[in-house]
């Protein structure tokens, strides 16, 4: 089994947090998981929308404060 791959995309903005997560996520292969933290309070809106549309799994969604941390496996 490979390790997580980890986004950092802290003090990124809209719609940056979810183009760079499309990205990653288009090199890597299926049931991969990706973690991406992410500061961008409109993440909590755009992530899951992004990982339903696209048919991603959002397994876990994360709020610390002003810091985000999302859970998705690829479809």
């Not at 791959?5 to 979810?18: A, R, S």
């Not at 933290?37 to 899951?48: R, S, V, W, Y």
Request: net charge negative.
């Amino acid at each position: 089994m490979s390790e997580d791959t980890i986004l950092d995309l802290k003090g990124l903005k809209c719609p940056l947090p979810v183009l760079k997560t499309r990205k990653a996520l288009s090199r890597v292969e299926s049931g991969h998981r990706i973690v991406v933290l992410t500061t961008d309070p409109m993440a909590f809106l755009d992530i899951p929308h992004f990982c339903n549309e696209d048919g991603h799994t959002l397994e876990a969604s994360e709020k610390d404060g002003e810091s985000g941390r999302f859970t998705i496996v690829k479809a």
